[in-house]
């Protein structure tokens, strides 16, 4: 056999008989099932859409889908799929999809396509999630108003994969679930930069003063938790809610 075709065609067979499972969970049109080059789903509305990484793999064995699909929940989106760009050497990526596939069917977000490179380098993947938008319009990091509460929604996704799993599964549903009733002015992902740096952000883009912000975790580590800005009604339609189902909601000041 061709050395080509051994690389690039029947070398990669082994990536849609570990993900061939994937399509049941959205029925594509086109996907892991046909191995072809690009995926075709079938579903209507606005479309959210955010690629992150480069992860490095500690953060791909953990919960890299996860940091990836907070971009859409945030906005008022639903996951739909994701899709993988993975690089290394094939023991990693091979151990890199494994873990990818345990969060994707843990957390409902098929993995139905994407791209792998062979290469004796340090192992990286970027992974792309496509969502569905909920709401009317999408949840801006620029519209705060004024007497809005500033507020921090969920438990920062932290330790082994399963607890981070677990935890981010439920902040997302209470999210969802939430989103029907409560009118949220403004909200960001705590990533890169922390806190300080999603303030600084949301604080710059709206024109606002935040006031009184009191720092609960480290100022600039990732919390892949919600930023969000509410007025004070709708702030206690939130609390009632998490209470209920368990999810941390911290007061951090007000904007002025």
Sequence with gaps: MDDAVERHVMGNLWIREMLLEMD???NPVMGISDFDDSVCADFSGRILASTDGPYDKRLVMRSALVHAATDVVVKGGIPLFALDNLCGKKDD????????KRQAQYMRIPLIGGNT???DVKPTACVTVLGKLLI???I???SAKKGDVIALFGQPIWGGQEERLTEAKKMFDTWFYALKTVDISSAKDVTKGGLVSCIYEMQMKSGKIFEA????YPRSRNLDNFLITLQPMQYLKLERICDKNRVKLEKLGSVK
């Design 24 to 26: 049941d969970c959205l």
């Design 140 to 142: 801006r990091d620029c």
């Design 213 to 216: 912000i009191r720092y609960p």
């Design 117 to 119: 490179k062979y290469e």
């Design 93 to 100: 990526i091979v151990e890199m999809l494994a873990s990818l």
């Design 136 to 138: 009317s319009e999408p």
